[in-house]
Structures are given as C-alpha cells and as structure tokens.
C-alpha cells in the first residue's frame, strides 16, 4: 500500500502544499495560483486539493500531514522581540495577536478540521525544512547545506550537512541579525515592496554604482570573516514598527524612501549596486566557511536569498564548490516539500538512492495541467477563434510567429513550482529584437522599464551564447553572454542609469542585461520535450537557440494556472498569440468585442 505525506508551509508568505508518494514528489503547488492573490499566505487549501486530486486521494489516505515550522516556538520569539522593544512596538502587536490568537496558535485543529484528517500531525523547524527542500531532491549522495532567509522561529541562517537519508544542521545565525531582511530593508527604502520587489531590486543594481558598499559595512553590519555578522539594529524599524527603516537610515543615505512608483533616482540604482555587492560577498563569505567546516565538494542551497541568482552565479563562478543545486521554490513554498521529506527520511527512516546526475525535482512541473478537452471546451464556451494543429504544425507556426515578432503565451503541461515559468506558464519571444525588452515591460507586463528578461536556451547550445559549463534548468543562476555574441561597447561609458537600456549589447539584446549578464534557463529533450523541440525549431529557422522566457502573468498577478487564466492575459494586453494545448489564437482573429471587454477590466498592479 502507498505511503503518502503532505507538507504544508502557511501563514507568512507564499502558502503551499506538497505531496509525496513512497517518496517521489507528485504534485506541489502555491496557494496564490489558486487564490489569484500574490504571495498568498493563507491556509493553503485549495493547494492542498489539488495535491490530493492528483494523487486520485483523500485526505484519509494520508500517512503523514507534516507542518514546515513550530509556531509555539515562532510566537515565542515575537513575543520576546515585543517585550525587548516595549514600549515601542505596541501598534504592531495589536496587529499581529488577533491573527496568532484566533489562527496560527490552533494549526492542528486547523489542519484537521479543514482537511478532515485524524492521522499523525508532525512539525518541523524552518531552517530544517529549508535544508530538507535543498538536500533530499537533489543529485548528490552527500553535501553541505546552506540556508539564508528572513526569519524562521529564530534561525535566519543555517549550515549543515546531508548524507543519504539524513541531515544535520550544524549552525545557526539569530534573528535579527538577517541577510534576508537587510535585504528587504533596502527593497522597502528604494520604493518597492518586501516579500516581493526584491527581484526588482536585484534587477535594478547593474545600472549603479556600489557607491554606500562601504557604509553599508561600516554602519549598518559588522561582518565577520566566516560569513557571520550583526546589523547595526539603531539604523532598522522592524523590530517595533511597521516600516523596514527608520530616519536615521534616512539621514545615512541622504534623504526619505523613495515612494512607490516615483521615478527612480541614481541615489536608488546605487543604493541596489551596493547592497546587492554586500550581499554576494555575505554569501562568498559564508560559502567559504562551509566548505572550510565541512570539507564537502557540493553545495545545496535554500531559503529565499537562495533565490538571488546573481549571487549564486557569482559562488558558483568562484569555484569554492564543485556543484551547486538549489531549491527552485528556495522561499517559503519550497518549506512545504521539505517538511515532507523529513517525514518521509528522518521520522519513518526511509532509504534515500541517488544518481548523482538528475535530481528528483522532475524539471519543477509539479502543478495542475489540462487536456486539449478542457482546454477545447473552454474556447468554445468563449466563442474563441483558434485553430488546432498536430504538433509539428504547431510547432513551425508558433516558430515563424516568433521570428515575425509575434509575443506569445505559451501554455503546456504542468504548472511549475515556484517563482519562475519555466516553459510550461510562459510568455515567449524573439531575444534579438532590440525593441522587445521596452515591448514586453510596457505593453505586456505593465512593470518597470528596467526590468531585465530571462533567456531560455537548448541545453546543448548553452555554452556556445554564455559563459556557463553545466545546466541551469531552473534559472537561479546568472552568467554572462559570451564575448562571440557581444557588440562593441561603442558609446556605453557616456551613459548612465537607465539611459543605458538605449544600447544593443549583443546578438541577443533582449535578455542581455546591461553589465552582459543574463538569468538563464538550459532546457533538455528529457525534462521538457515540447519546450525543447520549439527552441529547436526556432533554431533552425534563425540559427538562435535562444528565446525570451518570462512568466505568464501580467504585474501585481500570480502565474495563470488555468486556460481560462491564459486567455484573459492575452486578450487584455497586447499579446500577439496564444498557444494552449494543441491550439493556437492570433489576436488579430478574436471578435474586437472581447478584446474591449476583458482591456476595460480594472486590475491591481503593485
């Protein structure tokens, strides 16, 4: 008889659920692509339905339903971090109780009631769900563990070691000393919102200089060799208020916060340089200490700094590790998968085999799909125009649309698993059209000019466009593009900020960000058959192997799960094509009346 394990992670942010059977990862999923709300933390239970649907149970069927942290434990610490503060602080306590008292406080009752489960109910810690999501699904037989987050219960940092069927952590560092939140301080200070601007921090620093680096080191964090440090906690608010920052930051770096949606000053891009050039050298420093305690040659990464892809670029450049492998859902998502493992390897023992090639994430594309029924039955309820071919018609036409210019959402298989679309819930495009980078941020996305897109590229042909020798298939890693497919730099040193998106910096000018980096994803034939075979075909109609891979969302909304999702996304922006399935929908061909429906809609953006 099959043995089945949920985890669940809820209740700060990103909710999820997932669901092992005898061990392999069948289906796991985020609650905000079911809610419609970004980084929904809520109780995760439309995201636990679906786990059990696809594994065709119910939650009596469970062995095991496993919580990804302590929250006695985690109420302790608010509660000692308010007393430490007191008076200062009250308003955000009087915030915080109602939903611990009335919610956080009661997860088994919660869990069983929603779930209307009886079975055995476990908690895990939050660093070790972190180092679990890390360790077990990836290649390697043994290998070190580093964690680096905001906060848990208390740990923001953890090492530690993984070996077959167990790990150990070894270390911890202490809230509030957190490279996550010191991050999230800066993301809050230039304007953009925490828990989730953060890549757009990351994505703003090249346009800077590292100016603040060394007061950021001098002032605000005593750094210790070994990667350990300490905030300077008179320059932060978030111990008693409800801002990240307070004024003494503000008199530090030469006024107030940047308001949301302000245009963005110099003072910010370099501001994001410097903290985005402390934080790699955190986490070099760190890295180093953990090869040095543990003399392992891999390394596995979690936790949502683990999600800084320049960061992981730069450690992986360096050479301290043999191989890295991180989390794909790094943040608290990926909590969820491992609290399951650790059930699964810790509490019932279970053997754990490796290859030491292919990890167990199975490419991420964990989540719902939809036949070309479903998908048929939907088109036709909408009145849809569309078209439905065999896949080698699919293929070749999608590649010529491409080629024309033509921005395409892609829609295929199993939703992805964390952050990034990784081919399945995507919007695609020509990387060489200079133009399409302004095209998809303004017209598509509506976000911030700056924002740089990531690459998708044949895994075999990865290091013929960028500085990379081994696969990148979840896109946390950056590398350069390569110096055959650079231009010449020209006037580049005559312009600054912004301004510098003006340049074509490559053969692919789209995805090559303005210091030639670039967030790549490498696709195989195995994880990804009909991704790859699309790359393919572009590649033989253009000789690039290379397209625009961003996900398929529009800004201040969650990856669409659903066609219907899908089809809203593309009628209401200027989105060219639509493929789903087996069919394909040109804008062009939709009733005008629909088009002017679904653009009247009012939607947030962030």
């Not at 911890?172 to 601007?197: D, I, M, R, W």
């Not at 991420?364 to 896949?391: C, N, T």
Request: glycine share 6%.
């Amino acid at each position: 008889m099959a043995n089945y394990i949920l985890g669940i992670s809820a209740f700060y942010h990103d909710s999820a659920a997932a669901l092992l059977k005898d061990g392999e990862l069948i289906a796991a999923a985020q609650e905000e692509r079911f809610s419609r709300k970004k980084h929904d933390h809520s109780f995760p239970q439309k995201a636990i339905d679906y786990c059990l649907q696809e594994a065709e149970i119910s939650a009596r069927d469970l062995d095991f339903v496993v919580f990804y942290e302590k929250p006695f434990v985690k109420f302790n610490r608010i509660l000692e971090t308010y007393l430490t503060v007191a008076p200062k602080g009250l308003r955000s306590f009087l915030m915080a109780m109602p939903l611990w008292i009335g919610q956080k406080l009661w997860i088994p009752d919660l869990i069983k009631k929603n779930l209307g489960y009886n079975g055995p109910l476990l908690f895990a810690e939050h660093h070790e769900s972190h180092a679990a999501s890390a360790f077990f699904p990836s290649p390697f037989q043994k290998a070190a563990i580093l964690t680096m987050d905001g906060v848990g219960e208390w740990a923001i940092s953890s090492i530690g070691i993984g070996e077959g069927n167990a790990i150990q952590l070894l270390s911890e560092l202490h809230f509030p000393h957190s490279l996550g939140l010191l991050y999230s301080a800066f993301t809050y200070f230039t304007g953009f919102k925490v828990n989730s601007g953060e890549y757009k921090l990351m994505g703003l620093a090249p346009y800077g200089e590292p100016k603040y680096r060394q007061i950021i080191l001098d002032e605000l964090i005593d750094l210790k060799e070994d990667g350990s440090f300490k905030l300077n906690m008179r320059y932060f608010n978030y111990l008693s208020g409800l801002t990240m920052t307070n004024r003494r930051f503000a008199r530090l770096f030469g006024g107030p916060p940047r308001k949301p949606e302000a245009p963005l000053t110099q003072r910010e891009m370099d501001l994001a340089a410097s903290v985005q050039s402390v934080t790699e050298e955190i986490v070099l420093r760190m890295a180093k200490h953990v090869r040095q305690l543990t003399g392992q040659k891999y390394l596995c990464l979690a936790g949502g700094v683990a999600l800084n892809c320049v960061a992981n670029g730069k450690l992986l450049r360096s050479g301290l590790f043999d191989d890295i492998w991180i989390q794909p859902a790094a943040g608290d998502a990926g909590g969820a998968l491992g609290a399951a493992y650790l059930a699964y390897y810790h509490h019932l023992k279970q053997t754990r085999s490796v290859n030491g090639q292919t990890d167990r994430q199975n490419g991420s594309y964990l989540g719902p799909s939809f036949s070309d029924r479903e998908i048929e039955a939907f088109l036709q309820k909408e009145h849809a125009v569309y078209r439905h071919l065999d896949e080698a018609e699919l293929l070749e036409l999608t590649a010529d649309l491409l080629r024309q210019g033509k921005v395409t959402g892609w829609f295929q298989g199993r939703m992805e698993f964390g952050p990034r679309a990784l081919g399945n819930r995507s919007i695609l495009a020509d990387p060489r059209k200079a133009d399409m980078q302004k095209i998809l941020n303004l017209k598509i996305k509506f976000r911030e000019s700056f924002r740089p897109f990531a690459p998708a590229v044949l895994e075999e042909d990865a290091a013929e466009w960028f500085e990379i020798d081994r696969p990148s298939p979840y896109m946390l890693l950056t590398a350069f593009v390569h110096p055959s497919k650079r231009l010449p730099e020209e006037t580049s040193q005559l312009l600054q900020g912004l301004d510098r998106l003006k340049l074509r910096r490559s053969l692919i000018p789209a995805v090559t960000h303005v210091d030639y980096s670039a967030r790549l994803q490498t696709v195989n034939q195995k994880t990804n058959p009909l991704f790859y075979r699309l790359l393919k075909t572009f590649k033989q109609k253009t000789g690039c192997p290379v397209l625009i891979n961003t996900s398929f969302n529009v800004r201040g909304e969650p990856i669409v799960r659903t066609p219907q999702e899908a089809h809203a996304c593309f009628l209401r922006t200027q989105m060219d094509v639509l493929v789903m399935g087996h069919f394909i929908l040109l804008k062009s061909e939709q009733p005008q009346t629909h088009i002017q429906t679904y653009r009247q809609e009012v939607f947030e953006l962030d």
